[in-house]
């Protein structure tokens, strides 16, 4: 295989006269090549006035290319070499990416785990989420946070990360194999859209059942039992007897952080952001992003924005272009917001997180759960600023800037469902997040003309970017008892749908060659 780098395309062109496109560049008959795939495509927009598509190619020529560099396309297997000798069923506690990933690792090497969801199927899920932003009605166990796919089932379906774990080409390949779409192999930045998610999680999950693996819903660990330093007993409605247990429990699972703080499992507290979720309309971002001469049929426009204060960060984070903002709530008396877009992307408004890191000793006491607190007090103000019934507190820039109450809503509409209360959301941050919100906001303004604009919506508050505990494991990947594997998000050693799946995979390969 050679590699075509750089191919430049200005308008709307089939995948075929994009090849032609590349054949011509460096001098290759179309009718040498037997194959291509499509290894890049992304957009470069820096010029307003030159707007296009960056192609790299991968193809296979019956005659040499030069100019072009060979390459392999190889992708990791999920087969190892099994060393596991133990016959316990392994049990994974959480259906999310990490936990389902780490499932499909193991019966793809013949284990049979037994998979343990406090949630519903994502069908039934969504039923529940649907009636949740319809009425305000909270199911407190199957909800945007819990159940199967976890709490990324409901966002974006992003698929980017900074990292570059070979890893990450395996889980884009296990994605389209359960139904997503090929581009999600070579757009610059891939994401799946939560209708597609739907299907693709149940998909998994049927895959696992047919492999061997057994999934038990509706069902919530309420206990451990340890003996001499060993797992022995994982409890939920009964007693299943196992030396393995992965937590895949994801970042709102407060719970269960409590029971295994409980039962001496090593943890500490971490790093984390909280904040709002900002809505523009998406028109805006588009032409900002791309200006108005292109003749491409471009995508709706994405952003991701930094800002440094004398103090603190603000970062703007899972960005839905045209999505909505959505009600993420887990526990009775909490506002908690998130993003969510299909993969059409196609509403009316943008939206994404708009954060500022806080630092274990911003926290109060020396507990490594304080910052579990620190973020369910937010939502619990949240909440009663929002005067009930699950409606959101929001604020127009303009208003949040100058420290008033807002009384009507301008251009932008909110999105958020079941309702919104019009409010003052400086009364319930931090002065050092509002303060860092609003510096943030203006800086923004100069990298997207319109970012500041007065009528911008801002809906709180948004605390479940991450968790806000880190639970300690060592190189063979368990925690300071023996059988115990931290994984995922929840666990501190994700942050996505992506990093999730592959710490996921990273915990079952360490299950099988442990003997």
């Known amino acids: 295989m050679y590699r075509l780098e750089n191919i430049k395309i200005r308008e709307e062109l ?31 927009a820096r010029n307003k006035d030159d707007v296009y598509y960056n192609y790299t190619i991968d193809v296979e020529s019956k005659t040499p290319i030069k100019n072009a560099k060979k390459v392999e396309n190889n992708i990791q297997s999920l087969k190892v070499q099994v060393n596991r000798k133990s016959k316990a069923r392994p049990v994974i506690i959480g259906a999310g990416p990490a936990g389902l990933f780490c499932a499909l690792t ?14 519903k199927t994502v069908e039934e899920r969504k039923k529940d989420v649907d009636q949740f932003f319809k009425t305000g009605e909270l199911n407190t166990q199957s909800n945007v946070q819990f159940g199967e796919g976890g709490a990324g089932t409901f966002s974006d379906g992003k698929l980017t990360t900074g990292t570059h774990n070979p890893l990450c080409k395996r889980v884009l390949k296990e994605f389209v194999k359960f139904g997503a779409p090929e581009q999600i192999m070579y757009i610059n930045k891939p994401h799946i859209g939560t209708d597609n998610l739907i299907k693709i999680v149940a998909n998994m999950r049927k895959e696992i059942i047919k492999l061997g693996g057994e999934f038990l819903f509706n069902e919530k660990v309420t206990d451990i039992n340890i003996k001499n330093g060993n797992l022995e007993t994982v ?16 970042h709102s699972a407060r719970d269960t952080f409590e029971k295994l703080y409980e039962k001496g499992i090593n943890m500490e507290k971490k790093i984390f952001s909280v904040g709002l979720r900002i809505e523009h309309k998406q028109k805006m971002i588009n032409n900002s992003q791309y200006g108005t001469k292109t003749k491409l049929k471009l995508p709706s426009a994405e952003y991701k924005l930094v800002y440094h204060g004398k103090e603190r960060s603000c970062y703007t984070f899972c960005m839905c272009p045209g999505g909505q903002v959505v009600a993420s709530s887990s526990e009775n008396g909490t506002i908690v917001t998130n993003g969510m877009s299909t993969f059409a992307r196609d509403g009316e408004n943008a939206n994404s997180a708009i954060l500022v890191n806080v630092l274990p000793q911003d926290f109060k ?47 932008v509409k909110p999105t958020y469902l079941p309702g919104v209360t019009m409010s003052n959301l400086n009364t319930i941050l931090p002065q050092y997040v509002s303060t860092t919100i609003k510096e943030a906001i203006q800086y923004f303004d100069t990298k997207i003309k319109g970012f ?21 494991r060592n190189e063979k990947l368990m925690a300071n008892i023996n059988g115990i594997y931290p994984c995922g998000e929840g666990a501190g050693y994700a942050g996505g749908i992506m990093t999730a799946a592959v710490d996921g995979i990273k915990c079952a390969m360490a299950i099988l060659q442990n003997p």
Not at 106 to 119: H, S
Not at 452 to 472: C, F, M, Q, W, Y
């Open 14 to 44: 089939t995948t075929k006269e994009i090849l032609q496109k590349a054949c011509n560049k460096y001098k290759v008959k179309i009718e040498n090549i037997t194959q291509f795939l499509i290894y890049k495509k992304s957009i470069d």
């Open 106 to 119: 193991l019966v793809y090497n013949g284990i049979k785990p037994i998979i343990i969801e406090q949630g």
């Open 235 to 250: 409890i939920c409605s009964k007693n299943i007897k196992t030396d393995t247990a992965v937590f895949a429990i994801g």
């Open 365 to 411: 006491g020396a507990s490594p759960l304080e910052g579990m607190y620190f973020q369910k007090e937010l939502e619990e103000k949240a909440f009663k600023l929002g005067k009930g019934n699950f409606y959101a507190p929001i604020q127009r820039v303009e208003d949040f800037i100058k420290n008033v109450e807002t009384t009507y809503i301008g251009d």
């Open 452 to 472: 500041a604009n007065p009528d911008a919506i801002l809906t709180g508050v948004e605390t479940r970017s991450s968790s806000p505990v880190k639970i300690i």
